[in-house]
Structures are given as C-alpha cells and as structure tokens.
C-alpha cells in the first residue's frame, strides 16, 4: 500500500484541508471512524459540491498508509488531471470528432484499468469514463501498465454510472454494452457513430441497471471452455473492432 501512493499521499488535518483549497484533484480522502469537532465540520463543508469520495475508515486503515501522525485524515492527489464528462463530449463534437469513449463500469484492478487504456489510446478512442466507487484508482501502477497512454487521452471520473449514462445518451451517443448474455456477435453492431462501450467488472461483468439502459448488446464470440475473456483482453478486440469499422 505505502509504495503504491508514496508520492501522493497529503497526511493531517491543515495539509489536507489546503489541498482541497487549491482546487487540485483528489484521487480519494480517508477520514478516522468517529472523528469530530471543529476540523470534521470544516471539512464536511468545504467537500460539499465536490466530486471527491470519502471513505470512513479504522485507524488501522491510516496506518497501513503512513507511519507518520496523520491526526484522522490522509487524502491520495490525483496523478492525472481529470476531465468534466459533459467537457469531454463537448469537446469531441466541437473539434469534428466521432465519439469512441470508453466506460468502465466497476473495474477494480489498476492492471486491468491500465492495459485497456493502453490499448484504448493506441487503437484511437478518445475518452475514458470511470467512476468515483467502486473503480480502481489511478496510480503508479496504472499508469506504468499504461506505458504513459493515460497522459494522451481524456479520462473523466463521474459519482454515479447511471447518471453518465443517461449524459451520454441526451449527447446523441449510443450506448454499447459488452455483455456475455448477449445474442448479437460484435461484428453486427455498427461502432462508425458515435458511441460509448461499456465493459463491466471482472467478475460480474455490467449490472441488470446498466444493461437496461444500453441501446444495443453485443458478445465476443468464442469456443474454448474457459468461461470468458480477461477484461483488458476484451477491451483490446473490442477496440481493434471499432478501429476496423472506422478504417477499412
């Protein structure tokens, strides 16, 4: 954990509360269970409207960070800049470009998140779209098993999947999901528009909510016994498809 963050981590109580000051992003904030007073007010205020998440957590937590007094409260900065969601399509519409995002839905392993970014930003999509919950965090070792990609493409972290979704729909962008109970092969489906792809988590892949709100469906076809593909696998023939369609 403590090499994972080393050069990230904000720890005790005035330096976290500047830092949420500075406008900087903030990857995460751990708080102490229990704490309260003057400073869990001033924080509870100052972290209202903001989109950063916060986890309550046993000092024991605190302390597999950093051997150092964190007085109840350590916060990881972001090592990227993220992108406003409703920035990004605005972005891509205004400059010409036909959406080709990528969603990523309850991913959890920083490999798995750097490999499809990898792949993403080599294979030509031009937006990532993670959640604050339930996602793996972008860190030294994301960003390695990126080999640097996530510095090229636009990443934009939202507090809730649903709420993107439905963003991304009113944006005129269909929503494609990857989903192993699909009865339509990748091949049917048509990626030239604009669209956004969501890949689920590596164990459940996308949730019955999520699968509901998609515009269409699709499975990678396969024949051997093992139950399914890795999910950064996965990501990669899904993006070599879509860069296929858009090229030949």
């Known amino acids: 954990m403590?090499?994972?963050?080393?050069?990230?981590?904000?720890?005790?109580?005035?330096?976290?509360?500047?830092?949420?000051?500075s406008g900087k992003q903030i990857e995460k904030i751990f708080v102490q269970k229990g704490l309260k007073g003057e400073f869990e007010i001033e924080l509870r205020n100052l972290l209202k409207g903001k989109n950063i998440p916060v986890s309550y957590v046993h000092p024991n937590k605190l302390k597999s960070f950093t051997s150092?007094?964190?007085q109840g409260v350590i916060a990881i900065a972001s090592l990227i800049q993220y992108w406003n969601l409703e920035d990004l399509i605005d972005h891509l519409f205004h400059n010409g470009i036909i959406p080709n995002i990528l969603l990523l839905d309850s991913i959890t392993d920083v490999r798995?998140?750097?490999?499809?970014?990898?792949?993403?930003?080599?294979?030509?999509?031009?937006g990532i779209?993670?959640?604050t919950?339930?996602?793996a965090p972008i860190n030294h070792i994301t960003i390695k098993t990126s080999a640097g990609a996530?510095?090229?493409?636009?990443?934009?972290?939202?507090?809730s999947i649903t709420n993107a979704i439905n963003t991304i729909k009113n944006s005129g962008i269909k929503i494609i999901a990857s989903n192993l109970k699909a009865t339509k092969s990748?091949?049917?489906?048509?990626?030239?528009?604009?669209?956004?792809t969501v890949l689920g988590s590596e164990d459940t892949g996308i949730g019955i909510h999520?699968?509901?709100?998609?515009?269409?469906?699709?499975?990678?076809?396969?024949?051997?016994?093992?139950?399914?593909?890795?999910?950064?696998?996965?990501?990669?023939i899904i993006l070599y498809e879509i860069y296929r369609q858009r090229n030949h």
Not at 150 to 159: D, E, H, L, T
């Open 112 to 126: 798995n998140v750097g490999s499809i970014i990898r792949s993403a930003e080599v294979l030509g999509a031009n």
């Open 210 to 236: 999520i699968s509901k709100l998609a515009d269409e469906e699709f499975i990678i076809p396969q024949s051997g016994k093992t139950d399914s593909l890795n999910v950064a696998v996965s990501a990669g």
């Open 150 to 159: 996530i510095f090229n493409i636009p990443v934009a972290k939202v507090k």
């Open 129 to 131: 779209v993670m959640g």
């Open 2 to 21: 403590k090499s994972d963050h080393k050069n990230q981590l904000v720890i005790g109580r005035n330096p976290v509360l500047e830092l949420i000051k």
């Open 133 to 135: 919950k339930n996602s």
């Open 186 to 196: 990748i091949e049917e489906i048509d990626f030239t528009t604009p669209v956004c």
């Open 68 to 70: 150092q007094n964190h």
